[in-house]
């Protein structure tokens, strides 16, 4: 997951999307940025976003080009600022709790 908050680090994403021949998929939480330092709540969201990109792994998922395309042997977290902390922890999730689809 990789938060999109500057047009710099956006089109050096890209980049390196296309020249790896890598998906990104970003997850947008609703919830406000001034609670997200005091809720738990944006790493829910977060996770129920990373089960749905996970529920491809079989190819079963309901978005079809994840199902063709995507090597979920393959799979890495990223973020910058917030999106940093947020995938930490969903890293962590997956280590404690594993994804179940």
């Given at each position: 997951m990789v938060a999109r908050l500057s047009k710099y680090f956006f089109n050096i994403k890209q980049n390196i999307q296309y020249k790896l021949?890598?998906?990104?998929?970003?997850?947008?939480?609703?919830?406000?940025?001034?609670?997200?330092?005091?809720s738990s709540l944006v790493y829910d969201d977060s996770w129920t976003a990373l089960k749905w990109v996970a529920s491809h792994d079989n190819g079963d998922g309901p978005e079809?080009?994840?199902?063709?395309?995507?090597?979920?042997?393959?799979?890495?977290?990223?973020?910058?600022?917030?999106?940093?902390?947020?995938?930490?922890?969903?890293?962590?999730?997956?280590?404690?709790?594993?994804?179940?689809?």
């Open positions: 021949k890598i998906y990104n998929i970003n997850s947008e939480s609703n919830i406000l940025k001034s609670t997200w330092a005091s079809e080009w994840l199902n063709s395309h995507a090597d979920f042997s393959k799979v890495f977290f990223s973020g910058d600022r917030a999106g940093a902390n947020i995938s930490h922890h969903m890293a962590m999730r997956h280590g404690q709790d594993k994804l179940v689809v």
